[in-house]
């Protein structure tokens, strides 16, 4: 099955940075998301992102499909971006199923 | 709209026990797929339901089983409960296939 790889695995900034968090997958996908986790374990749509580039306030994300590749930069980093950040993916013969990466730890600091 | 729903929040069941998990999804939104997350495993799908019918299954024993109502609604059943089966265990909504999926806010299992 595809693999997906998520760098860096912990992450722990100053409130004010900017940071980038990658996400590289093995195989051609249909589906991209990124999704944040907060501490209840809730798991937040950011990004539906299967190619392209797109923001939202502070955050925004790029995936190059050719690549296989995903970024997610967080700008301006505020205590309430702390949780895990998961890239998840879904290929063409997974109907519903998504396959996680292993997550990013984030920590801001004030 | 209302998000997705997931009853019961938490639960506390002890080994051998049978246990049913339900999901309500996002009005409109017909297909359903569950997700159990644990600190060893990370996050590993469970199956997916489209109109009532599984369409994809991932690699867990047979005591997980599921179904979907003709209203969308799901539910998942774990049956001879073991203590690897304490987890969150999270469901999503989404349109129909390849879409966006709505995640539900999950429940806790833990299993004595």
């Known amino acids: 099955g595809i693999q997906v790889e998520q760098s860096p695995p912990d992450l722990i900034l100053q409130e004010g940075a900017n940071s980038t968090l990658r996400c590289n997958f093995s195989?051609?996908?249909?589906?991209l998301q990124w999704f944040h986790q907060n501490p209840w374990g809730q798991l937040i749509n950011l990004f539906y992102i299967p190619s392209g580039t797109k923001q939202n306030g502070r955050l925004s994300a790029t995936t190059v499909a050719t690549e296989r590749y995903s970024l997610l930069y967080i700008s301006s980093s505020q205590t309430t971006d702390s949780g895990v950040y998961f890239c998840?993916?879904?290929?063409?013969?997974?109907?519903?199923?998504?396959?996680f990466g292993a997550g990013t730890q984030v920590v801001v600091t004030p | 709209k209302a998000g997705v729903t997931q009853t019961p929040r938490y639960l506390i069941k002890t080994r051998g026990q049978q246990v049913t998990l339900s999901c309500s999804p996002i009005s409109g939104h017909r297909s359903v797929s569950w997700y159990q997350q644990t600190p060893g495993q990370g996050l590993q799908f469970l199956f997916e339901?489209?109109?009532?019918?599984?369409?994809n299954k991932g690699n867990f024993p047979g005591r997980f089983s599921g179904r979907q109502f003709s209203n969308s609604r799901s539910e998942m059943n774990v049956s001879t409960l073991e203590l690897g089966d304490s987890a969150l265990y999270l469901c999503a909504s989404h349109l129909m296939g390849t879409d966006t999926q709505y995640f539900g806010p999950g429940t806790r299992l833990t299993v004595l």
């Open positions: 195989d051609s996908v249909n589906n």
């Open positions: 998840a993916v879904e290929t063409t013969d997974s109907w519903g199923k998504l396959q």
């Open positions: 339901y489209f109109s009532e019918t599984q369409r």
